[in-house]
C-alpha cells in the first residue's frame, strides 16, 4: 500500500499540472468521483477521471490558460489528504486589472481527497465564507454587466 504523504499530495498536483496522462494516473484513479461546489455551469459530481480532466480543461478554457492552484498547506491521515490552496485566474477576454469576482479569482479553496492504493478516488472543493458566492460568480456565463457570456 502506498502511504499517504505531503510529497505526494504535491506530486499529484504536478501531475495534474503536466497533462500528462499517464503521470496524472500514477496519482488519480480511472473511477474518481470529484464535487466542484455552487451554483454554477461546472458545479457538481463529475464521475470518472475523464470527466474530472474534462473539468480541468473547461476551467484552463475559460480562463485562457491562467488558472492556477497555489498549494499553501496540506494534511495528510492514513486514506485522506486535506490541502488549501490559493486559487487565481482572469477569465477570457477580461481586462487583466479587473476586481470583478464575475472575471477574477484570487482567494483560498479547500480540498478534500480520499486515497486509495495510492491513487485519489475522491475529492472535493470546499469554499470560506465569501468566496463560495465568489467561486459561483466567476464561474457563472455573466459578464460583471450582467449579459450573457458565450462560455
Not at 10 to 34: K, T
Request: net charge negative; proline share 4%; charged share 25%.
Amino acid at each position: 500500500m502506498t502511504e499517504v504523504t505531503q510529497e505526494r499530495v504535491r506530486a499529484a498536483y504536478a501531475a495534474l499540472g503536466s497533462g500528462d496522462r499517464a503521470r496524472i494516473l500514477e496519482y488519480y484513479s480511472e473511477d474518481l468521483r470529484w464535487l466542484v461546489p455552487g451554483n454554477h455551469p461546472l458545479a457538481g459530481w463529475y464521475e470518472s477521471l475523464d470527466a474530472f480532466l474534462e473539468l480541468m480543461g473547461q476551467t484552463h478554457k475559460l480562463t485562457a490558460g491562467t488558472f492556477r492552484m497555489d498549494i499553501r498547506a496540506v494534511l495528510v491521515g492514513e486514506d485522506c489528504s486535506a490541502d488549501v490552496c490559493r486559487n487565481v485566474a482572469v477569465r477570457d477576454g477580461a481586462d487583466a486589472a479587473s476586481g470583478s469576482p464575475y472575471e477574477r479569482m484570487d482567494y483560498p479553496v479547500f480540498h478534500f481527497m480520499r486515497w486509495r492504493s495510492g491513487r485519489i478516488v475522491e475529492g472535493r472543493d470546499g469554499l470560506f465564507g465569501d468566496s463560495a458566492t465568489a467561486f459561483s460568480q466567476f464561474w457563472a456565463p455573466f459578464a460583471p454587466d450582467g449579459t450573457r457570456r458565450d462560455r
